[in-house]
């Protein structure tokens, strides 16, 4: 596969930089959060136009969705919004609900992109869930991945068959960390027991008191200081039930 990088989004102050991956003739597009203090990764600029113009008809279907929501946008708006023809984004789109998958699916590759760096048994297990937990908590807090959510999650629900496979994987938060746990437990350091369970009860301790309440605007921001607070008991509480 060769990864070229197009160009950089700037949602709220984070970046989400858009590549287009190349296999066997097929092209798509990825969206992938890179969190703040890392070396973003460099690929060639040699694009085609297509190329480019395809990158431009995502980034503006995100605006779109996200001013107007996903019933009240239409191709004709992301076609004018990216600054080509409508016929442009049929070609590179068959449908606007095949365009949303796209970036639905996108979405979902920027939470498993987060994961934790390999178990190493040298390692307390404290000191590295606290790592993962952090990145987990820097893309949750993200006001743009927010938004995002507010625009992609209520079409989950009206429309449930709508990017039901990319959706089941952002609710298990799947592979990355299931292996860490998996290695975890084969050095003998948890409990062997249910590693997708373990992988969602995380996710579920930290979303519960960092993401959901400013899906739903109930609770103001955390401060640093209380993010810190908040990793640090759900890792303790987390370890105080699968530790070995």
């Known amino acids: 596969m060769v990864k070229c990088l197009i160009s950089s989004v700037p949602l709220g102050g984070l970046h989400w930089w858009v590549y287009f991956s190349s296999r066997q003739s097929k092209l798509k597009s990825l969206l992938i959060y890179q ?9 060639p600029m040699n694009l085609t136009l297509s190329q480019k113009k395809r990158a431009a008809i995502v980034q503006a279907a995100i605006k779109e969705f996200q001013i107007s929501g996903y019933n009240c946008s239409n191709m004709d708006s992301i076609a004018s919004r990216a ?18 998958q796209e970036i639905s699916k996108q979405l979902c590759d920027s939470v498993t992109n987060v994961v934790p760096e390999p178990f190493d048994p040298a390692i307390t297990l404290r000191e590295q869930l606290l790592d993962f937990a952090k990145k987990k908590i820097e893309l949750s807090m993200s006001p743009k991945f927010i938004a995002l959510c507010k625009v992609i999650l209520p079409e989950r629900v009206r429309n449930p068959g709508l990017s039901a496979e990319t959706f089941q994987r952002i609710r298990c938060d799947a592979n990355g960390f299931e292996l860490w746990l998996a290695d975890a437990a084969q050095a003998g350091a948890i409990k062997t027991i249910a590693i997708q369970t373990l992988s969602r009860q995380f996710s579920g301790l930290l979303m519960e008191f960092v993401f959901w309440p400013q899906f739903f605007g109930i609770e ?16 303790d509480l987390f370890l105080n039930g699968c530790e070995s």
């Open 83 to 100: 600054k080509v023809s409508k016929r442009t984004v049929y070609n590179h789109f068959e449908s606007k609900e095949a365009l949303f």
């Open 220 to 235: 103001s921001p955390p401060t640093k200081k209380e993010l810190l607070q908040i990793a640090e008991s759900t890792v």
């Open 35 to 43: 969190p703040s203090g890392e070396n973003y990764p460099k690929y």
